[in-house]
Nanobody, 124 residues
Framework: VQLVESGGGLVQAGGSLRLTCAAS????????VAWFRQGPGKERKAVSC?????????YYEDPVKGRFTMSKDNAKNTVYLQMNGLKPEDTATYYC?????????????????WGQGTQVTVSS
């Protein structure tokens, strides 16, 4: 099983990035797939999740609602996180993770597989 994130980088405040998580060794449509982020000196927190159990998309952090959009392409076995209106406080390493039962949970512990992360830095 491998999850590979890409799309991070340095962007000015107000800019946009689209993160990609490509999976191999498993079929994302059978899992709950989540994006987490971890800022410097902070705990890793859930940002959003697509559930295979109920088909819903969840957004866990109020500051990203309306700015971030998660989507999935089953044909490509890939999920995306479109981030618009980026702010310096969005600076973090972003990770994708999968949970085999299929239900989204906003905590780290039930997720079985993790990518290596992609760095997002937003300058003011």
């Amino acid at each position: 099983v491998q999850l590979v994130e890409s799309g991070g980088g340095l962007v000015q405040a107000g800019g946009s990035l689209r993160l990609t998580c490509a999976a191999s060794g498993l079929t994302l449509d059978h899992y709950a797939v989540a994006w987490f982020r971890q800022g410097p000196g902070k705990e890793r927190k859930a940002v959003s999740c697509i559930s295979s159990a109920d088909g819903k998309i969840y957004y866990y952090e109020d500051p990203v609602k309306g700015r971030f959009t998660m989507s999935k392409d089953n044909a490509k076995n890939t999920v995306y996180l479109q981030m618009n209106g980026l702010k310096p406080e969005d600076t973090a390493t972003y990770y994708c993770a999968v949970e085999e039962v299929g239900y989204c949970v906003g905590t780290v512990w039930p997720y079985d597989h993790w990518g290596q992360g992609t760095q997002v830095t937003v300058s003011s």
